[in-house]
């Protein structure tokens, strides 16, 4: 099935959206997060990062976690399975602003946690070397 096999425009009255798609919005979540502020913050988002698929996004300023796993009641029609108990979360969520042909673009989006450990580098003073140890000079009596 080719990820927009129909243009909203093109839906005949009263057909749904959604029967054309291969559920997008059940195979993910996203939360918004406290922005990070220091190198510590960032060292945590890069430590979600590294469990599975996970990307950090900034939408109108806001940062976001977003989890991408497939609802364990999406059906292989990608149907809901539990549509009468859905979640209320499912619920109110509408074709109207849905990601179906969104071109998925952000103000930032970091992919994979490398991303955003160079991201972080480049925002923060480079981290402090340590000194080296001065070296002592001794001064030897000169016998002559
Ligand atoms: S609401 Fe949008 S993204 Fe979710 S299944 Fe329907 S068309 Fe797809
Ligand atoms: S409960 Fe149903 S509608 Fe909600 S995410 Fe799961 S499959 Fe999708």
């Known amino acids: 099935m080719p990820l927009f096999p129909i243009k909203r425009s093109q839906l005949s009255p009263g057909e749904v959206l959604c029967s ?3 559920a997008l919005c059940c195979r993910y979540f996203s939360v918004p997060i406290e922005t990070p502020t ?10 979600f990062m590294l469990h599975g698929h996970v ?5 109108d ?5 977003c989890v991408y796993s497939d609802c364990r009641h999406l059906l292989p029609d990608n149907r809901c399975g539990i549509y009468d108990d859905r979640p209320q979360i499912c619920r109110e969520y509408s074709t109207s602003k849905c990601e179906y042909d969104d071109p998925g673009l952000h103000e930032r ?3 994979t946690p490398e991303q955003i450990a160079e991201y972080a580098e480049a ?6 070397t340590q000194k080296r140890p ?3 000079r001794i ?3 000169i016998v002559s």
């Open 20 to 22: 054309h798609c291969t």
């Open 134 to 136: 001065e070296v002592r």
């Open 109 to 111: 989006l970091f992919e």
């Open 38 to 47: 220091n190198r510590k913050d960032f060292d945590n988002l890069r430590w």
């Open 61 to 65: 300023g806001t940062w976001y976690l």
């Open 123 to 128: 925002i923060f003073p480079p981290k402090r």
């Open 55 to 59: 990307t950090v996004y900034v939408e």
């Open 139 to 141: 001064s030897l009596p």
